[in-house]
């Protein structure tokens, strides 16, 4: 029997993190990339000591999937989203950053248990928008957000050294029943 347990991250889960990251970026994208610029993005993005660092930042929520003792998969939310501005009216929008899954693991649930961790995690904290940014040729990514109530909403840009990819930026409105009577009541 499988035992599986999605919860937050902690400190002993730094390197296996890091890992995961690691090789679910480099099964999907590594071969967009020139070897070093890649190599740099790694070290910078999924480093123990960049997993660490947010793991322990109040400003995010880092959730995994344990299965057996080994992580298969996990999301990040930035509580304050650091998307570009400009693109929505939200007021409180959060981020949900790198939600990724075992490369042997994808198509199993592991991501649609982590977007139903995201989103309520996210209306538990009064965000009233999710935003993420997704590969613009990652159409099994968009069709996944867009079974959530995601929706493109501008064309923006992640470097990778001197590689620039064509992202999209996503977001999906949060309408909670707390909110709409707090902001009654401030009226």
């Known amino acids: 029997m499988t035992a599986m347990l999605l919860r937050l991250a902690t400190p002993d889960d730094v ?3 890091a890992d995961l990251g690691r090789r679910a ?10 070897p070093e610029d890649f190599a740099t993005f790694l070290g910078e993005a999924h480093s123990e000591a960049k997993v660490a660092k947010e793991i322990a930042d109040p400003g995010m929520r880092v959730a995994v999937i344990e299965e057996n003792g080994a992580l298969v998969a996990f999301c990040k939310l930035v509580l304050e989203s650091t998307m570009p501005t400009g693109h929505s009216d939200a007021r409180r929008p959060l981020e949900l950053k790198q939600l990724y899954t075992d490369p042997a693991r994808i198509g199993g649930g592991l991501g649609a248990k982590l977007m139903d961790w995201a989103l309520t995690q996210a209306e538990a904290a009064g965000a009233d928008e999710i935003q993420l940014s997704v590969y613009s040729e990652n ?4 069709r996944f957000y867009h079974r959530y109530g995601f929706a493109k909403i501008a064309d923006i840009e992640f470097w990778v050294g ?9 977001a999906k409105r949060l309408v909670s029943e707390g909110h709409s009577q707090a902001q009654a009541e401030q009226v």
Do not use: N, R, S, V
Request: proline share 8%; aromatic share 16%.
């Open 162 to 170: 001197t590689h620039c990819d064509p992202e999209f930026m996503y």
């Open 139 to 142: 159409p099994e990514a968009q």
């Open 25 to 34: 970026i480099t099964a999907k994208f590594g071969h967009l990339y020139k």
């Open 15 to 17: 390197a296996a993190l």
